[in-house]
Each structure stands twice: as C-alpha cells, then as structure tokens.
C-alpha cells in the first residue's frame, strides 16, 4: 500500500510563480522527510529535508512546512524558473525511503 | 567527490534470463539501498546493505537478490526474468543508510526485459 500519498499528479505554474507540492503519510515512526527532484534520466536528487521537530525548513527558494497533528508536509517553490521544471517526489523514511508517487511540475515561459 | 555510479546504463534482455547491476557508492558511504522505479508503482524499496549485510528487504519476490563487498561496492541480481521486471534500478548511498541521512542516487541503469 502507498505509504505516502502525493498531490498534484502535475502541475503548471508560470515564471516568477509559486509552486506547491502536497504529502501526506500514515506511519508515526516515519522520522524524516525529505524531498528529491527528477530531471529526465537522471537519478534522483536531494533537494531539502526536514525532521518532525520542525515545522518549516528553507534553502534558498525551496521551503519545506511539515504539520506533524495532520501528518502531511509540503515543498513550495518560491520565484518558480523554466529551469525547476522536473519531477519531484516527496519521501518518509522508515528503515527505508517510501516514496509518494511524483508530480511532473512544467514552469512556462 | 564522485558520485554514485551505476553499470550498465542500459540493458535489454529476454525473459528468463538472468542479469546483474552494479553500484560504486561515493567513497566513504557503507550504505547501499536498491531502488525499482517504474512509471506504474513508482520508486520501491528493494533492499539495502550495510557493510556486506543485508540490513533491510522490500516487498518483492526471491528472484531479486543482492551482495555488498568488503569495498562497499554493491551488486544486485534478477533471475527468471519477467516483462514485468523492466524498470529504471536506482542504487542510493548514504554513510550509514537509514536515520536522516542523506541518501544519494545514482543515474540508474534501464533494463528492458522483452
């Protein structure tokens, strides 16, 4: 069963936009969160991650908001570029990385 | 630092056949996890080394199996394949694998089963 649940599927922002990206898990012993982008063919690759002791994390244009009573974080894209344009997943750790299943996020021009 | 790599990039078999991944974690890293990414499921856990051990499995079948060698160096088998098994085989290291570390991917290697 998907241990984590994604929101969008995808996503269409304009240059100079916000984007935001929603995850809701299940399992209370999850105890970190990180998310990962996607470029075609490549790996994936850390983007940020926080810890549930805290409720807000930022690097740079990319925020993490966790509310651990409601179980469900979220990425936000502040100032979106053409070149943000990828696949991001949103992950809890357990004894391994449970994937949600990726938003496909298209910044125009 | 180097990063993760991953041999072959690309790799197209027949079903029934057997075939073998391999995984260069970033030096220093004794952690090595094994991920299945198809566009259907996602990314799924497959199983994870710390130094030459299996430390955790996923959910999936016997045919998939893996080792770690005393140089961290990791390599994951398919036997019997099925057309089911076609799939980006992501490997991920990290120093010591689950616990808030970072886990860094490799580029994956694509096997095509026909």
């Known amino acids: 069963q998907q241990q984590v649940k994604q929101s969008p599927q995808s996503l269409i922002v304009q240059k100079g936009g916000i984007s935001i990206i929603n995850c809701a898990y299940e399992?209370?012993?999850?105890?970190?969160f990180p998310w990962y982008q996607q470029f075609p063919g490549k790996g994936p690759a850390l983007l940020i991650a926080?810890?549930?002791?805290?409720s807000e994390k930022k690097e740079g244009r990319f925020t993490i908001s966790f509310n651990k009573s409601a179980k469900q974080f979220s990425l936000h894209i502040m100032d979106s570029q053409p070149g943000d344009s990828a696949t991001y997943f949103c992950a809890a750790e357990g004894y391994a990385l449970n994937f949600g299943k990726g938003t496909s996020l298209l910044v125009t021009p | 630092k180097a990063g993760v790599t991953q041999t072959p990039r690309y790799l197209i078999k027949t079903r029934g056949q057997q075939v073998t991944l391999s995984c260069s974690p970033i030096s220093g890293h004794r952690s090595v996890s094994w991920y299945q990414q198809t566009p259907g499921q996602g990314l799924q856990f497959l199983f994870e080394?710390?130094?030459?051990?299996?430390?955790n499995k996923g959910n999936f079948p016997g045919r998939f199996s893996g080792r770690q060698f005393s140089n961290s160096r990791s390599e994951m088998n398919v036997s019997t394949l099925e057309l089911g098994d076609s799939a980006l085989y992501l490997c991920?290291?990290?120093?010591?694998?689950?616990?808030?570390?970072?886990?860094?991917f490799g580029p994956g290697t694509r096997l095509t089963v026909t």
């Open positions: 399992n209370t012993a999850f105890d970190y």
């Open positions: 080394y710390f130094s030459e051990t299996q430390r």
């Open positions: 991920a290291s990290s120093l010591t694998g689950t616990g808030g570390y970072e886990q860094y």
């Open positions: 926080i810890r549930p002791d805290v």
